[in-house]
């Protein structure tokens, strides 16, 4: 699957970042860049469109331990305070992230900088680990570019991917359902 603008701007992420199908948000799509799925991705819109969003954000859709795996490579232009801000924020969103009713999203959330030294890092600086109950929970948090109606996405997790924008080159997801 292949989206294109104008589409491609509606799928854009809020101050900058975009989805693209290799799981990166990057800060350099414009409006006439092309945005080509991953099967994971093209998956997902298909039953986004399928069950619709209410279904697909409803705290009991696929439960079961979700893991959710998001590194930030910051830009060299980025303070250690920016830095320092950006995952004080992010650590903030296991109490921040609640559904309309009040219920947490987050189970746990775990973060650290990178430090192997298998010279596999691509770059990346700062790794965080956030673990949910259900695959819904998930999909409310993770929102947009995917769910786009309120009340089925996290306006924390929005709101925090709005303010760490500027700060960050790169951001990589690896989500999966622990068997």
Known sequence: MTITSPLSIRLGLIAGLFFTGSGIYSTRACANETLTLDTAA???????????????????FRPGTVRHMVMFQFRTTATAAERQEVTRRFLELAT??????????????????????????????????????SEGDRNYYVGRPIV?????????????????APFLANVVVFDFTVK
């Open 96 to 133: 921040h992230s609640r559904r309309p009713n009040s219920k947490p999203v987050v189970a746990n959330l775990e973060s650290g900088p990178q430090n192997s030294g298998e010279n596999a890092d691509h770059g990346l600086d700062y790794g965080y680990l956030v673990t949910f109950r």
């Open 148 to 164: 786009h109606t309120s009340g089925c996405f996290d306006p924390a997790h929005d709101a925090f991917k709005k303010f760490a």
């Open 42 to 60: 093209q998956a997902t819109y298909a039953l986004v469109k399928q069950i619709g969003e209410q279904r697909f954000t409803a705290p009991d």
